[in-house]
């Protein structure tokens, strides 16, 4: 197995030590108290991990030096205190399945293992907690791209990134058949209501069907309860036993709960059917607006210069720059889901943008060029 080396030492310790300070934040916002935790454990654990590395480096005569919190760390923290621990919880499991992977690599069995507990972890409460993100959060972000409350940040990068690829690549396929910039600003705004009102629709739809959906699911389990309500209990039991409570404690809190019908009904939707009665997915309309806002945010760049009357190369030029700086602050966003390096995922994505876009370019200076001959 070959050794890590000092710098690799390095990254380990930093990461272990980033992942202890978002799991002591997110404890803190964390309201189930148990949960919470379940989370200063986790950061205890990654605080041993991060000191093994250190006197990995210690023996090593490498510099040990101080720890700087990164970046990305700092944003989940800020967006687990703004829309909930559902919103970082996948990012996490994501981050811990890494190091499982990295530690397997350099024949570190325990270390592996303790990560993979770890996602494990977190993924069973992300699936168990009717938490997430906090109601009127989901409802902004959620959609097509939606499952989970990290999802629905994920729905907001893919919206802009949507809006920015396709009128990018259509504005350059326009501007490649030399028409004049005024036509060429008009095909944008049209490329930008078009594609965002496309996508407010489209986001209308499933959402409003989820909740049609979650609606008629309710209603069926209300009916169940009412006539066979052992059968219910037996249910709920058997979700509270895979939790991790023995089966004599699972019944009694089952035949608890199904002793009331309106608890019953509730502890039903969010166990058995992960609904959330009091939002069922959230508001059609919000989503629709967010969509059509989020898609025309990142179509609305490729069209700057000729909305201020530029034209030609000139205009193409500033088109192309601005979008290639969009391409890679979105190619950065990614990486707050991805845990890859800022430069790489923004370069990738600007290079993927770019070469679209001059795809499209070429042809329609083909079709231009074919046109006027």
Avoid: C
């Amino acid at each position: 197995m070959p050794q890590p080396t000092p710098k690799q030492i390095l990254e380990y310790r930093d990461d272990e030590r980033n992942s202890a300070a978002l799991y002591r934040a997110i404890a803190e916002v964390e309201k189930n108290p148990k949960i919470a935790e379940v989370y200063r454990r986790l950061a205890a654990t990654e605080e041993g991990h991060a000191a093994t590395w250190e006197e990995k480096l210690r023996a090593a005569r490498s510099p040990v030096p101080e720890f700087k919190l990164a970046t990305r760390t700092r944003i989940l923290m800020a967006l687990a205190k703004r829309f909930g621990v559902g919103a970082v919880l996948p990012t996490m499991a994501s981050m811990e399945k890494q190091g499982n992977s990295s530690y397997h690599l350099h024949g570190l069995p325990a270390m592996a293992a303790a990560e993979q507990s770890h996602a494990r972890l977190l993924k069973t409460i992300s699936q168990s907690t009717s938490g997430g993100m906090e109601g009127g959060a989901v409802a902004q972000l959620e959609g097509r791209h939606r499952s989970a409350g990290g999802n629905a940040l994920r729905a907001a990068v893919l919206g802009a990134n949507d809006g920015l690829v396709s009128n990018f690549s259509l504005v350059m396929g326009v501007a490649g058949a030399e028409v004049a910039g005024s036509t060429i600003l008009l095909t944008g705004l049209a490329g930008l209501l078009a594609g965002a009102i496309s996508m407010a629709l489209g986001e209308w739809i499933s959402v409003q069907s989820s909740r049609e959906l979650y609606q008629r699911q309710i209603i069926t389990e209300k009916e169940e309860i009412e006539q066979s309500p052992e059968e219910e209990a037996e249910e709920l039991a058997l979700i509270y036993q895979a939790r991790g409570l023995d089966e004599s404690a699972a019944h009694a809190l089952a035949q608890q709960i199904i002793s009331n019908p309106a608890t019953a009904l509730d502890a039903l939707a969010r166990d058995e059917l992960g609904i959330d009665p009091e939002e069922l997915g959230g508001s059609a309309w919000e989503a629709a607006i967010t969509s059509f806002l989020l898609f025309a945010v990142g179509a609305i760049i490729p069209v700057f210069p000729y909305l201020f009357g530029a034209s030609g190369m000139t205009a193409v030029a500033i088109s192309s720059v601005l979008s290639a700086i969009g391409l890679f602050g979105i190619g950065s966003a990614i990486t707050l889901f991805t845990g890859r390096s800022v430069l790489y995922s923004g370069t990738r994505q600007m290079i993927f943008g770019l070469v679209a876009a001059a795809v499209t370019f070429g042809i329609g200076r083909l079709i231009g060029v074919s046109v006027a001959g």
